[in-house]
């Protein structure tokens, strides 16, 4: 499975979009491009997931380079309760989840 | 939709002792799995199960760890022996097969261990 490269933290301004990036260079042509978030002292949560598209759900956006190497998950309107570690994983199917340690993001006032 | 649920949330024990932990998944959701988290890190996958069928376990941790889903529905994690090393979040989560990438994992709260 390809491997990714997050940065280890990174703080936004509440109101703003936040931008998370993730590396995936090896990624192969099956694999697809999750994210997951994790507050504190609860279970992983699904966020968004894609193949080759741009995506956008209720809770993010995601974006994936038209070579598929990196990836960007956009929080458009940072609050308070998004700060949390948000993991990038790269599967072609989703047994075996491996998470890395994630992005740290504090979202402040 | 209740949830994935996980009991208990909280278990400290000594050094030792054996621990149960059980999960119970989305009711639609053939899929089980755990994984582990220690403090500052990712969750590590353990095992997965298919219906009652356990897929993977190479990667339980040792022959301490052991995993159960007996009639596909709730499973049981058994840690015998407990070491201080085995304190961690203990973390289930259950999806439904289907298309590839298209279902997602929907994890529990967890189960925190702490061996004394």
């Known amino acids: 499975d390809a491997k990714t490269t997050q940065p280890t933290s990174m703080d936004c301004a509440e109101g703003r979009a936040a931008n998370l990036p993730c590396n995936h260079s090896t990624i192969s042509g099956n694999e697809y491009v999750y994210w997951y978030r994790q507050i504190h002292s609860q279970g992983p949560q699904y966020i968004i997931h894609?193949?080759?598209n741009n995506e956008t759900n209720e809770m993010a956006s995601l974006i994936i380079t038209e070579d598929r190497k990196s990836s960007t998950l956009i929080l458009p309107h940072a609050t308070l309760r998004d700060t949390a570690v948000y993991y990038c994983?790269?599967?072609?199917?989703?047994?075996?989840?491996?998470f890395g340690a994630g992005t740290r993001l504090t979202v402040k006032p | 939709d209740t949830g994935v649920s996980q009991d208990p949330r909280h278990k400290i024990t000594k050094r030792g002792q054996n621990v149960t932990f059980r999960c119970d998944p989305i009711?639609?959701?053939?899929?089980l799995y755990w994984y582990r988290q220690t403090l500052g890190q990712g969750p590590e996958f353990l095992t997965y199960?298919?219906?009652?069928?356990?897929?993977?376990k190479s990667r339980l941790l040792s022959d301490r760890f052991s995993a159960e889903r007996p009639k596909g529905s709730f499973s049981t994690l058994e840690i015998q022996r407990t070491e201080q090393g085995d304190s961690a979040m203990y973390l289930c989560a259950s999806r439904r097969t289907g298309r590839a990438g298209a279902n997602v994992l929907t994890f529990g709260a967890g189960s925190r261990l702490t061996v004394l």
């Open positions: 199960f298919q219906n009652e069928a356990q897929l993977e």
């Open positions: 994983i790269v599967r072609v199917d989703n047994n075996d989840m491996r």
């Open positions: 894609g193949l080759k």
């Open positions: 009711s639609e959701h053939n899929r």
